[in-house]
């Protein structure tokens, strides 16, 4: 049984956030491999900014290559239209029968839970592990889960890793991480403005971005 992580997003582009959040959270739960999946169309973003998914796959590649177990999938963007949680779910079930789920999200995605389509179901069909910063609207995030599955929830404790027995049941996995203080948004509006990402993005991603005149 892989033991395989989740990590969807928009990736617009991907940046060292989203890499140090899936580095930590590997750190506390055994998982074989993390998934970085671009959706095609986000059904939850303005389409304006978006750049091709091709584009954005591409520099999901670029960033996985150095980091082992972190794979780039194409299943959302080669599948044209919105991209659903639990449709790609489905697909994943159908492509590895023996493996266990886990969808890696922050908390603030989480927020929004209840706008996903058929949540319910994708709560009951694998597990969640929500990234929290300190401090970070946790009152809401505490809220938002006493409405849907508080007897899910499980607190990883940073002390020890989580054991396997206790990661295969459906369940919301709390772990709190010091986020790098990145956005994909602030990387937009710095090339937009002409001024350098180095540090914000790999940089290979940087060179891509520069080469194929993104967000400008």
């Known amino acids: 049984m892989a033991l395989t992580g989740l990590f969807g997003g928009t990736f617009n582009p991907i940046h060292n956030g989203h890499l140090w959040a899936a580095e930590e959270v590997r750190k506390y739960l055994p998982m074989q491999r993390i998934l970085f999946i671009p959706s095609y169309i986000p059904p939850h973003k303005d389409q304006k900014e978006v750049v091709p998914a091709w584009h954005r796959l591409r520099m999901v590649e670029i960033a996985c290559q150095a980091h082992p177990g972190f794979i780039a999938s194409d299943l959302e963007v080669k599948n044209p239209g919105p991209s659903y949680s639990i449709i790609t779910l489905k697909k994943l079930k159908e492509l590895f029968p023996q493996d266990t789920f886990w969808f890696i999200l922050g908390s603030d995605a989480f927020l929004e839970i209840d706008t996903w389509k058929d949540y319910t179901r994708l709560l009951q069909e694998c597990s969640f592990v929500i990234v929290r910063r300190p401090g970070y609207e946790l009152e809401k995030l505490n809220k938002v889960i006493d409405k849907i599955r508080p ?25 709190d991480i010091d986020a790098l203080d990145i956005s994909s948004s602030k990387i937009r509006q710095r090339l937009r403005a002409g001024l350098p990402v180095t540090g914000l993005v790999p940089p290979g991603v940087e060179d891509y971005i520069l080469k194929n005149h993104l967000y400008r």
Do not use: H, M, N, T
């Open 151 to 175: 007897e899910l929830v499980v607190e990883i404790d940073k002390q020890e890793k989580a054991e396997v027995k206790d990661c295969g049941r459906p369940g919301l996995y709390l772990i």
